[in-house]
Structure formats: C-alpha cells, structure tokens
T-cell receptor, first 112, second 116 residues
Framework: AQKVTQAQTEISVVEKEDVTLDCVYETRDTTYYLFWYKQPPSGELVFLIRRNSFDEQNEISGRYSWNFQKSTSSFNFTITASQVVDSAVYFCALSEGGKLIFGQGTELSVKP | EPEVTQTPSHQVTQMGQEVILRCVPISNHLYFYWYRQILGQKVEFLVSFYNNEISEKSEIFDDQFSVERPDGSNFTLKIRSTKLEDSAMYFC??????????????FGAGTRLSVL
C-alpha cells in the first residue's frame, strides 16, 4: 500500500534559520506525483509544489527548495532564512490514481 | 488566480441531522474531490468524482455520505445522519488533466463541521 511518512511532528526554529522538513514515501507505482502543501493557522491548504517521479531535478523557488531522491524514496523540503510567516503545518502527499495520500504533517514554528 | 470556494465556512448541527456542504470548483476543472481532516490529524481522502459519477471512494465514505454535481458549477457533499465523529474540517478540491497544472489538486478553504 502507498504510504507517506513525515517523521518530524513539530519543529521550532528562530527566524533566519534554515530548516528542512523530511518526507519519505512508499509506492509500487513506477509513475507517480509527489506534492507539498502548506496549511497556515487560518486552515486552508495551499499548494506549493508537484514533482513527477521521472524528474529528479531539485527545484528552487525563492527561499524554498525541494530535494527529490528516488533511490531513498524521499522528497525533502528546505526553507532558507525562515520567517515568522512560514509558521504552518506542512504536508507531503503522494498521488495514487486520482487521490492524494497525505503524511501526518510537520508543524513548523518560526519564532522572532 | 481562480480558486475553489466552499460554503459555509462553519456548520454546526445536531447529531442525526442532515448536512450539505457546498463547493464551487475551479471553472475548467473536471475532477473533483472531498477530503476531511479531524482536528490535529492528517488529511484523509473521502471520494473522487468525474463525469458525473464517483471514481473512487474510501472506507470512510459509507452509505451516510453522497456527492452530487447538481448543476454546472456546484459540487456537494451530503451527510444524511450526522454522528459526533463526523466533526471535522471538510475540504473540497478540483484538478485538471491539462498541462501545465495537470494533476495538481487545488483546495478550498474548508468547511468546519461541528456535530453536537
């Protein structure tokens, strides 16, 4: 069965620190998509990134970067120079057919 | 930026009552989903819907649940007889198969359902 594991339940950092959120997944599919979503305190789910299983290039978007390693089934997310506005719960997700399978989420707290 | 809208934002109901949660997906999307998130837990898939029928449903989505696309814009989730354990945040999502946003599910802000 497909599964997503986010082992870090909570992370607390001080503003301007770099932080990496871990995500490990299990799937038997050869083609799949991985996602990261952000859930700020207001509760909505905000799409951050989608990665196709065939594309192992790392991606950078401003202060955000993602490291996809198929060999270790990991899709980690790094925030550089964290800010208070980054405080949220971050979910990693794997597509199975049409549906998304979410990890448990990592609650990131960035303190000033 | 087009978005998924959900109403109401908060619904309070008595146990045993029927509730209907409403969603307006992004206009050119054809794939629709409902998920739920019990407080403090992960987001769980309920059902997917395409071409006016259910594509897939989870074990949670039992006979008490139903979905409908009553017109060209709305997508609803009905719970026939609510239980205390149905209290959760319910998210609607939609997606397209067209690039460049293929298979990206965009979520609404959610409806918080409180069953008393």
């Amino acid at each position: 069965a497909q599964k997503v594991t986010q082992a870090q339940t909570e992370i607390s950092v001080v503003e301007k620190e770099d932080v990496t959120l871990d995500c490990v997944y299990e799937t038997r599919d050869t083609t799949y998509y991985l996602f990261w979503y952000k859930q700020p305190p207001s509760g909505e789910l905000v799409f951050l990134i989608r990665r196709n299983s065939f594309d192992e290039q790392n991606e950078i978007s401003g202060r955000y970067s993602w490291n996809f390693q198929k060999s270790t089934s990991s899709f980690n997310f790094t925030i550089t120079a964290s800010q208070v506005v980054d405080s949220a719960v971050y979910f990693c997700a794997l597509s199975e057919g049409g549906k998304l399978i979410f990890g448990q989420g990592t609650e990131l707290s960035v303190k000033p | 930026e087009p978005e998924v809208t959900q109403t109401p934002s908060h619904q309070v109901t008595q146990m045993g009552q029927e509730v209907i949660l409403r969603c307006v997906p992004i206009s050119n999307h054809l794939y629709f989903y409902w998920y739920r998130q019990i407080l403090g837990q992960k987001v769980e898939f309920l059902v997917s819907f395409y071409n006016n029928e259910i594509s897939e449903k989870s074990e949670i989505f039992d006979d008490q649940f139903s979905v409908e696309r009553p017109d060209g814009s709305n997508f609803t989730l009905k719970i026939r007889s609510t239980k205390l354990e149905d209290s959760a945040m319910y998210f609607c999502a939609s997606s397209t198969r067209d690039p460049p946003r293929k298979n990206i599910q965009y979520f609404g802000a959610g409806t918080r359902l409180s069953v008393l």
